[in-house]
């Protein structure tokens, strides 16, 4: 019976009520076992050290359980006198098929069945019993947050998930924009859940294995808020480069291709597959996951899973519900899939917009570039020499054509590279520099997506020559160049840290979650369709950084205000979707079919494609080739693709069912495993032979690809979006529709709206004015008012950086049409306060070389908080030259009409 089986996988021993014997082992399940009077038999009684325990209710497959579970409290209440008990009622009730459980804890603060893969070791129900308590329980009592130290959105998420575990929902979303710290969040969170808690073993998920060092290395240096220790220094934390849980470590960082393979049973999972993103490596089935005694469903506690609208919701899913763990996804981007795999709990929703009101994340500019090439393609006539590249090997060789080889867009860089097409983009893009980084000279920090490893080549070699610079200056960050010298981890840190490289181009290894702060422009020459991938990639360059560190890669870089999207390929104006559906038809690539068998899927569709591709390949191969491969896989192309062919023969299952069984109708089950064993034997060579794989997958690659260096490309465009435009004209029409609206509400407002002004303005009302403007859904602030204005008409916009708050004073000006020019408030002083003291000058007003310096004190004063008082001159910096008395001492009577003049003169 398969409860029986999953029970005894499970570290049970099954019994029979007349056979019992509770010596056993630790645990004994003894079936049909009698109950008092009243009662009808327990279909299983649970005894953990001798004691009952639990029981569990038996149901035929496709009995629903969630109506059941009062018949499971009765058996639980029902104990014959004299049988020995944990307690009673018993705590622990399972409900069972065989193909789905359901468990309840009566130790839990409110017990309710929850769903389970299978049953829990009687180690564990020992542990239970022996605490009396259970995290559900234990997260009721959770202490006060410490906030000191976190941002506002980062506490705010903390509570709202706790407020989510407090109430037993299995799963919990936070989306936190790119760069909000989200993984700083997760160790607090880890940190609360293990420390308050009593969470044995926390599953830290990362996407790929360079987000799992990276974020080892934030866990090393989390300081704990409230112990002041590393978190290293209390817990241990294991990043898994291998098959093997540490059974001390607290927190378990890996990938979900690793967890798939330990629970597996593999003994490693070969480091080149680690190394790649779960979302490119997604089976083309859902991965079916078998229980693995080893790694038991009470492993984790709690699952945190970094970047999961890639990575969980669809065909990986399994691995995760294997656990009995509550689930938190981390993620900037969540689709509908994602949200649908959370159950619509979306504990925290901090988006980009809030994150660059709030200083979190800098806002950014499009900048598009287009070409003619990039929009319809060329043509190569015929009788032209022209050179051919192996895409491999990128050896060349030069062949006259004899029909015209004409190519669209689509083909750029697949079929066909256009040298000129991505040298017009490169030179529009370093000629463009100077307007996009007034004052600067250095190159700013930028990331170029390419489409495939061949073409970061072609980018980089270009990039060098348009720019005059060597190898330092831009370098190819990719899965293979480590393959290709130093390692793409060292060439990260580099760009990261170090001036050089300037320019870093990749595929998609820095698309998600990789932290390089410096950049400030994200320059796509790749397609995609994902607008979750997207939104990730852009993220690249939304990060803060203080101005002192980015002048230690970016010498004449002031503050990073903003980033620039460099959009050469149209994906800001593209019809982006929510998600991208793997494409699982037979033309999926050979690469990827190889990775899948390699991961373990033996779909018919998947096995049956490899055979017909090897057998293709085949007749292909030259000698020579055949001759390497043969050696390199120990068995003959022909050899392999026949086997393969043979197993997936129905009729051949079939007959080696007969065979085995020695039964002339064998029954569809059997057959159905002898099946799956003959086509894992068939395909083994090739599932468990990397190199074999990977020899085969470079020659299948070995086509011609096209080097166009005939057709001269040229410039379409070169300029800000139109979409950032329109963005920026929205922005002011609807802060001067705000304004005209509030203007008798907002005392700064009425007072800015008269003219002459009534009264000078003073700094409360100004701060009441910034409040108000923060507060509306635009979450305006003087930067992004700033911006706007500068987006629409820079020759009226004057100074960059960070604004100050009283720059709102000049935004409402401006906007109102009072001034014909948008000034920075500390500039506009200045100005006046020249102009002034030329005023009292040509009236005959002369002041000392003392005077005038305790004028300018008073100027800057103005300048940084609007207004000036008596009572200002008891604080820094004026209570450093004397204060008060001292000021009087030099003006005399004339320091109260002074004050008044400049405040009119320099504010009005």
Request: glycine share 6%; aromatic share 8%.
């Amino acid at each position: 019976m398969e409860i029986d089986r999953q029970l005894g996988a499970c570290g049970w021993i099954v019994q029979d009520y007349k056979k019992v014997n509770l010596g056993a082992g630790i645990g004994v399940a003894v079936r049909e076992f009698k109950m008092r009077g009243g009662y009808d038999a327990a279909d299983y009684l649970l005894f953990v050290n001798r004691r009952a325990a639990g029981v569990i209710e038996a149901k035929k497959a496709g009995s629903t359980l969630t109506g059941v579970e009062w018949q499971s409290a009765k058996y639980t209440a029902g104990l014959p006198e004299g049988v020995s008990a944990l307690m009673t009622p018993l705590p622990f009730a399972f409900e069972s098929t065989g193909l789905e459980t359901r468990f309840t804890n009566g130790f839990d603060a409110d017990p309710a069945s929850r769903q389970v893969f299978t049953f829990y070791r009687p180690e564990t129900l020992a542990e239970i019993g022996t605490a009396h308590t259970t995290l559900r329980a234990r997260l009721r009592n959770l202490p006060e947050l410490y906030e000191q130290g976190l941002w506002v959105a980062q506490a705010e998420a903390i509570r709202n998930l706790e407020e989510s575990l407090k109430h037993s929902r299995p799963r919990a979303l936070i989306q936190m924009a790119t760069g909000s710290g989200k993984t700083f969040t997760a160790a607090n969170i880890a940190y609360r859940l293990i420390k308050y808690a009593g969470a044995r073993r926390i599953l830290f998920l990362v996407d790929r294995a360079n987000l799992g060092r990276q974020t080892l290395k934030e866990f090393q240096a989390f300081s704990t808020p409230d112990d002041g220790r590393k978190f290293t220094e209390l817990y241990n934390v294991q990043r898994l480069g291998s098959n093997r849980i540490d059974g001390v470590s607290r927190v378990v960082i890996s990938t979900i291709q690793r967890l798939y393979s330990i629970l597996k049973g593999e003994p490693d999972l070969a480091e080149e597959l680690d190394e790649e993103s779960a979302y490119e490596l997604q089976p083309p089935r859902p991965a079916e996951v078998a229980y693995n005694p080893a790694v038991p469903i009470e492993t984790f506690d709690v699952i945190i899973v970094d970047e999961c609208h890639r990575s969980i919701y669809g065909l990986w899913r399994q691995v995760l519900e294997y656990f009995d763990a509550f689930i938190i996804g981390l993620t900037a981007t969540p689709g509908k899939q994602a949200l649908g795999f959370f159950n619509q709990n979306l504990v925290m929703e901090y988006n980009h917009e809030r994150a660059v009101a709030d200083n979190v994340n800098v806002d950014f500019d499009v900048y598009r570039i287009s070409t003619e090439i990039s929009a319809m393609g060329s043509k190569i006539d015929a009788g032209l020499v022209t050179t051919f590249r192996d895409r491999q090997t990128r050896e060349k060789r030069l062949e006259q054509l004899d029909d015209d080889i004409i190519y669209d867009a689509r083909e750029l860089d697949r079929k066909v590279v256009a040298k000129d097409q991505i040298r017009t983009i490169v030179r529009a893009f370093r000629d463009s520099l100077p307007k996009l980084f007034e004052g600067r000279t250095h190159v700013p920090k930028t990331l170029i997506f390419a489409k495939d490893d061949s073409h970061a080549d072609d980018i980089v070699q270009i990039v060098r020559e348009e720019f005059g610079k060597g190898n330092e200056f831009a370098a190819k960050i990719t899965y293979k160049s480590g393959s290709q010298g130093q390692k793409a981890e060292q060439l990260l840190q580099d760009f990261r840290n170090s001036y050089n490289p300037r320019i870093a181009v990749t595929v998609d290894m820095i698309a998600t979650g990789t932290d390089v702060k410096p950049i400030e422009c994200v320059f796509f020459m790749r397609m995609v369709r994902s607008r979750q991938f997207f939104e990730q990639m852009k993220g690249r360059g939304v990060r803060v950084i203080n101005p002192t560190d980015l002048q230690g890669v970016t010498p004449d870089a002031k503050v990073k205000d903003r980033f620039i999207i460099i959009d050469a390929v149209g994906v800001t104006e593209a019809d982006l979707h929510d998600t991208t559906p793997m494409d699982r038809n037979p033309k999926l690539g050979f690469d990827k079919l190889l990775h899948n068998l390699a991961l373990g899927s033996r779909d018919r569709t998947l096995v049956s494609s490899i055979a017909s591709r090897i057998a293709r390949l085949n007749l292909r191969l030259s000698g020579q080739d055949r001759e390497e491969l043969e050696v390199v896989a120990g068995v003959s192309l022909k050899t392999l693709a026949e086997t393969i062919v043979d197993a997936l023969d129905a009729d051949r299952q079939y007959e080696a069912a007969q065979r085995e069984t020695g039964m002339e109708h064998p029954n569809a089950e059997t057959c159905d495993t002898i099946a799956a064993r003959l086509i894992d034997n068939a395909v083994g060579p090739l599932a468990d032979n990397p190199a074999f794989r990977e020899k085969l997958v470079e020659l299948r690659r070995s086509y011609d690809q096209v080097i166009d260096e005939t057709s001269a490309d040229r410039l379409l465009r070169a300029d800000y979006s139109v979409d950032a435009a329109d963005r920026a004209r929205k922005t002011v029409e609807s802060f001067r529709a705000y304004i005209e609206e509030h203007k008798d509400e907002i005392t700064a407002l009425q007072i800015l709206y008269s003219r002459p002004y009534r009264h000078c303005l003073t700094w409360k009302e100004v701060k009441e004015l910034a409040n108000a403007i923060g507060r509306t859904p635009q979450h305006w602030t003087p930067e992004n008012l700033w911006a706007a204005y500068e987006t629409l008409d820079k020759s009226k916009v004057q100074g960059s950086g960070p604004r100050v708050l009283a720059d709102i004073v000049q935004i409402v000006r401006f906007a109102l049409n009072q001034d014909e020019q948008l000034v920075p408030f500390p500039e506009r002083v200045d100005e006046r306060f020249a102009g002034w003291m030329l005023q009292q000058k040509q009236a005959g007003r002369a002041f000392s070389p003392e005077q005038t310096q305790w004028l300018e004190r008073i100027r800057d004063h103005i300048a940084a908080s609007l207004t000036i008082s008596a009572d200002d001159f008891q604080y820094t910096p004026f209570s450093e030259h004397g204060g008060l008395g001292k000021a009087c001492e030099v003006f005399g009577d004339q320091l109260n009409p002074l004050i008044d003049e400049l405040n009119e003169a320099l504010v009005a």
